[in-house]
């Protein structure tokens, strides 16, 4: 119920922003899964050629934040995807706004569904950010504010899982965690721990993306990784448990880093046979 005030309460401070054009509560608290620390993330929405009031913002985020001076970016601050926004913590709640440009999201939502996509490794830890993370966000996010009906043409994009957006993913990944194996083998076999534990960190990721593909499920962060793939029909038995494994035996010589190696080569091969027939060319 606390939360629910909270909402109530950042709610009618935010909609008196110029050009905001609708508020969602995103992340953890939209599809429940919160934990006891997880941040509120707010969505807040704006048209390209209306930009938000960002000194408004500025103005409403010290009024609520516990303490002096918090951070607010300017548009586009944080890079190109999560595009700016700001760090609060109100009443003892950690909360998060996050800018989003409607028209930007509303064109990536049309090339997931054509299967066009983009990855932004630096955008964020601990793997980036994928254009069709958009695609989540659209689907769990729950309206706050919505005056226009903005956010119910966007959801419709996203209420089917994109064929074209599967096919991408899968080949896409594949591919990328295939030549990143290729190109552990040397490093392993001379003991370099920094390439070769990066590198199975970056294939295992790339397998992540192929097995959510395959069950045609949106992908929005690590962090749900254990819970969603113990939905999952189409997947390598004990598949969570053995890449943390694999990532705690790495070690550091060439004995250990190989037959860590061996074991990505191994769940590789599981993850190939499963794809099978789901694209052509494959």
């Known amino acids: 119920m606390h939360h629910e005030h909270l909402l109530h309460q950042l709610t009618n401070a935010l909609k008196a922003i110029h050009n905001l054009k609708a508020i969602v509560l995103g992340g953890s608290y939209a599809n429940g899964s919160q934990r006891p620390d997880s941040d509120l993330d707010l969505g807040l929405y704006y048209y390209a050629d209306q930009p938000l009031d960002i000194a408004h913002l500025s103005t409403i985020a010290a009024q609520l934040n516990d303490t002096p001076d918090p951070v607010v970016t300017d548009l586009g601050g944080w890079g190109t995807w999560v595009n700016g926004g700001a ?38 830890p601990a793997y980036g950010f994928h254009s069709f993370m958009y695609c989540t966000e659209t689907l769990i996010c729950r309206p706050l504010y919505d005056p226009d009906a903005i956010i119910a043409p966007l959801k419709a994009k996203v209420a089917v899982y994109p064929p074209a957006l599967k096919q991408a993913i899968i080949k896409s990944f594949l591919w990328n965690a295939r030549f990143t194996l290729d190109n552990t083998r040397k490093p392993a076999a001379r003991g370099e721990v920094y390439m070769v534990a990066s590198c199975l960190a970056r ?69 190939m046979k499963l794809s099978m027939g789901e694209t052509a060319g494959l």
């Not at 706004?97 to 939502?109: A, C, G, K």
């Not at 004990?238 to 769940?267: D, K, S």
């Open 203 to 271: 294939a295992i990721h790339c397998l992540v993306q192929v097995l959510y593909a395959l069950n045609e499920t949106y992908y929005i962060s690590e962090k749900r990784l254990a819970t969603d793939v113990a939905s999952f029909n189409k997947c390598p038995e004990g598949f969570v448990e053995r890449i943390y494994a694999l990532l705690g035996m790495i070690g550091t010589n060439n004995v250990r880093l190989q037959e860590a190696l061996m074991e990505a080569e191994m769940i590789y091969d599981e993850v």
């Open 87 to 124: 760090w609060l913590t109100i009443e003892g709640q950690r909360v998060d706004f996050l800018y989003r440009n409607i028209d930007f999201v509303s064109s990536t939502l049309d090339e997931c569904n054509a299967g066009t996509i983009h990855s932004d490794y630096w955008q964020q």
